[in-house]
Each structure stands twice: as structure tokens, then as C-alpha cells.
């Protein structure tokens, strides 16, 4: 290892970049992904984590709760903060649409009297009926 950096416009390997791009976590993960076969390079599926890629090469990531398109634009040299990895790589991502934009949070809300009644609506409904529901007269 002679610790020499590699230079703006060369190819790098294929986990490496995903890592110093900030696309995945860390580099395991990174060579996860593209073993499994979620990484597509210019179309094509790529399954060695040792794949070279540099500079306007389109990469397609299927991620868990999102798909990326991606254009290298340079090789990186470390995994900087945000700013610096943002500028490895130019976003084709459509943006989500309008279902994909809710989180199963949001999606899972549900109107106002569908459903089982929450407890405030039971209260409710206790007060509207006449007598006492539970006593022993």
C-alpha cells in the first residue's frame, strides 16, 4: 500500500464509491447490496462489489424504501461530510409521487369514524346513552 489517492476522473471500485458517496451506511453494507444484485451499472446488473466505476457511469440503486439513479462524476477519496460526497455523483431520481410521498405512518391514520371507535369516541357514545351500562339496578 503506497497510500496514494485516487485522482479526480479515475475508476474505483464499485462498494467503495457507495460508501464514500453516502448512499449506504458503511462499506459491508455497500458490498451487500451490490452482491444481491440491486446494483445495476449502465443497465446492466453487477454483482462483484470489485466492479470499477468512474465518471459518466449511470448506476441504478434499489435501496429499501427507495430507488436511486445516479451519474458518477468523480471517484472519491474519503467518505467526507454531505457537501463534499454530493459532488461524486449528479441525482436523476424522479421525485416520489403522491402515495410514495406518505410514510406507513401517515398511511395508516384513519378517519374519523371508521373503524373501532378510540377511547375518547367511546366516552361519547357512554355519555349519549341513557342509565348507567354497568351497574347492578
Known amino acids: 500500500m503506497d497510500g496514494k489517492k485516487p485522482q479526480s476522473g479515475s475508476r474505483q471500485r464499485i462498494d467503495k ?6 448512499i449506504l451506511k ?19 446488473v453487477v454483482r462483484q462489489p470489485s466492479h ?24 472519491g477519496e474519503r467518505r467526507g461530510p454531505y457537501e463534499e460526497a454530493r459532488l461524486l455523483y449528479e441525482d436523476l431520481t424522479p421525485p416520489p409521487s403522491e402515495a410514495e410521498r406518505f410514510g406507513p405512518l401517515e ?4 378517519l374519523p369514524g371508521a373503524g373501532r371507535p378510540t377511547k375518547k369516541e367511546r366516552r361519547a ?8 351500562p354497568w351497574s347492578d339496578d
Open 107 to 110: 398511511q395508516a391514520t384513519r
Open 17 to 22: 464509491w457507495l460508501f464514500f458517496a453516502r
Open 26 to 44: 458503511t462499506r459491508t453494507l455497500a458490498q451487500e447490496r451490490v452482491s444481491a444484485g440491486h446494483v445495476r451499472v449502465n443497465g446492466q
Open 125 to 132: 357514545i357512554d355519555r349519549l346513552q341513557p342509565g348507567e
Open 52 to 75: 470499477l466505476v468512474g465518471p459518466g457511469d449511470r448506476l441504478e440503486v434499489a435501496l429499501e424504501r427507495r430507488d436511486l439513479i445516479l451519474v458518477v462524476t468523480n471517484a
